[in-house]
């Protein structure tokens, strides 16, 4: 099974205040119970925090899942082998509960000047001024390391009208995110976008999304 990340980088936070601002964060994650206190190995190449006993309150639940399938088993004519799994997805953990039972499923406080990138599932952005959607080419990369080596305000243009951006600026289907704080969610079910914008408003900065697939 391969590992992925949900990654919710502050964009603006400095190198000096990112130290404090993840023991702020951190500190209101365990308050609210959504990680346990205490670290372990529950992340890829480090130290996290595995889910705690309110982590439902950082995920979209379908709570309807299993009443589908009720309904489901009740009207429909099914053979005995559908009939058997239908059952045991109904008496089994749903798939918000099963990232519980997984080896890599905490979360990571990550300090630093980073490029927090998608992985596996590449890069695809959007330009603002012209609406276009692209796969920026190697000169990416060459910006990228620009702005690791410590140059702030390096940019990037789009490659149908022209116009520069920022290169912590650029958004899209795809993004990666630029900045010295990242929040990754290993494994865990698609965070809800009221969890988001809470904890956005806990950073007190701007933030960017990364969906990274290993």
């Given at each position: 099974?391969?590992?992925?990340?949900?990654?919710?980088?502050?964009?603006?936070?400095?190198?000096?205040?990112?130290?404090?601002?993840?023991?702020?964060?951190?500190?209101?994650?365990?308050?609210?119970?959504?990680?346990?206190?205490?670290?372990?190995?529950?992340?890829?190449g480090?130290?996290?925090?595995r889910?705690?006993?309110?982590?439902?309150a950082?995920?979209?639940?379908?709570?309807?899942g299993?009443a589908?399938?009720?309904?489901?088993l009740?009207?429909?004519?099914?053979?005995?082998?559908?009939?058997?799994?239908l059952?045991?997805?109904?008496e089994?953990?749903?798939?918000?509960?099963s990232?519980?039972?997984?080896?890599?499923?905490?979360?990571?406080?990550a300090?630093?000047?980073?490029?927090?990138?998608?992985?596996?599932?590449g890069?695809?952005?959007?330009c603002?001024?012209?609406?276009?959607?692209?796969?920026?080419?190697?000169?990416?990369?060459?910006?990228?390391?620009a702005?690791?080596?410590?140059?702030?305000?390096?940019?990037?243009?789009?490659?149908?009208?022209?116009?520069?951006?920022l290169?912590?600026?650029?958004?899209?289907p795809?993004?990666?995110?630029?900045?010295?704080?990242?929040?990754?969610?290993?494994?865990?079910?698609?965070?809800?976008?009221?969890?988001?914008?809470?904890?956005?408003?806990?950073?007190?900065?701007?933030?960017?999304?990364?969906r990274?697939?290993?």
């Amino acid at each position: 099974m391969s590992d992925h990340a949900q990654i919710v980088v502050d964009i603006e936070v400095s190198a000096e205040q990112a130290p404090e601002l993840t023991n702020i964060v951190r500190a209101w994650l365990v308050g609210e119970h959504i990680i346990e206190q205490e670290e372990s190995d529950s992340v890829l190449g480090g130290t996290g925090h595995r889910p705690g006993i309110n982590y439902r309150a950082a995920i979209g639940i379908d709570t309807d899942g299993k009443a589908r399938l009720q309904r489901l088993l009740g009207v429909a004519i099914v053979s005995p082998t559908w009939r058997a799994a239908l059952e045991e997805a109904i008496e089994g953990p749903t798939y918000q509960e099963s990232f519980l039972g997984l080896s890599t499923n905490g979360v990571e406080l990550a300090v630093g000047r980073r490029v927090f990138d998608a992985g596996g599932n590449g890069i695809e952005l959007q330009c603002d001024a012209c609406s276009v959607s692209f796969e920026p080419d190697d000169s990416w990369f060459d910006a990228v390391g620009a702005w690791f080596g410590g140059d702030d305000l390096v940019s990037f243009p789009c490659p149908s009208c022209g116009q520069q951006a920022l290169l912590t600026e650029w958004r899209g289907p795809w993004p990666w995110g630029f900045g010295n704080l990242g929040i990754a969610f290993w494994n865990w079910p698609p965070l809800s976008d009221d969890f988001i914008h809470a904890i956005t408003r806990k950073l007190g900065h701007r933030t960017v999304r990364v969906r990274r697939h290993l």
